[in-house]
């Protein structure tokens, strides 16, 4: 199994609701990641997980929560988003090899709006 | 600090040409790596390579190939005979030895029958 799987697909959540993205990959990977992609800009980092800590925020706003609850799994918990966070979310993941950077597998991403 | 610059935002071409898409970065790292990965359509970013910086080796996996120049900083991609199912967005990255990927912004080949 080489995918990085992504749910739900699609999203449209009110600035009060309260929702999760989610991720799951069954390659052994010990590394997972939340990109931000707006439209027509390259993906931006938010968080990376590294043996289910959490090692880089990129100072992403509160109302965006990572979860890792086991090595395969990833959540993002959305809260009072604004309308501007309204983007492609894209998780990745890669194995961890001390002394070298690995190539990142991407899941197909969830596409956000808030109204 | 360090940089990706995708210099070309959109390339169309017709099917069976020849197109090169250029990636130059900046770094002070001696050890870095650098990637290209291609979005299509359907948002997925697929990897297509991982060069690390004592590699300068180029690499050709069938239609696609890569030129890694230390000397200019550039890691160009080039697709020979080029068909409709290339038409996406090809990012090239760079990583300096962290899990942090920086992204060049980008070029969106267009391929036309």
């Known amino acids: 199994d080489t995918e990085v799987t992504q749910t739900p697909k699609h999203l449209v959540m009110g600035m009060t609701n309260k929702k999760s993205l989610k991720c799951e990959q069954h390659?052994?990977?010990?590394?997972m990641y939340w990109y931000k992609q707006k439209a027509k800009k390259p993906p931006e980092l938010m968080f990376v997980?590294?043996?289910?800590?959490?090692?880089i925020n990129e100072s992403v706003p509160s109302r965006f929560s990572p979860e890792c609850p086991n090595s395969s799994l990833l959540n993002l918990h959305l809260h009072a988003l604004q309308p501007e966070d309204s983007a492609l979310y894209l998780c990745?993941?890669?194995?961890?090899?001390?002394?070298?950077?690995?190539?990142?597998?991407f899941g197909p991403g969830t596409r956000l709006t808030v109204l | 600090a360090q940089k990706v610059t995708q210099a070309q935002t959109e390339i169309s071409v017709v099917e069976k040409e020849d197109v090169t898409l250029d990636c130059v970065y900046e770094?002070?790292?001696?050890?870095?790596?650098l990637f290209w990965y291609k979005q299509p359509p359907s948002g997925e970013l697929v990897f297509l390579i991982r060069?690390?910086?004592?590699?300068?080796q180029n690499e050709i996996s069938g239609r696609y190939s890569w030129n890694f120049q230390k000397s200019t900083s550039s890691f160009n991609f080039t697709i020979t005979a080029s068909q409709v199912v290339d038409s996406a967005v090809y990012f090239c990255?760079?990583?300096?030895?962290?899990?942090?990927?920086?992204f060049g912004t980008g070029t969106r080949l267009q391929v036309f029958p």
């Open positions: 990745a993941s890669s194995q961890v090899r001390r002394g070298a950077v690995n190539e990142q597998f």
């Open positions: 060069r690390n910086s004592f590699d300068e």
């Open positions: 390659m052994g990977h010990r590394a």
């Open positions: 997980y590294s043996y289910e800590k959490l090692s």
């Open positions: 990255a760079l990583s300096d030895n962290t899990d942090k990927l920086i």
């Open positions: 770094t002070r790292d001696t050890t870095y790596y």
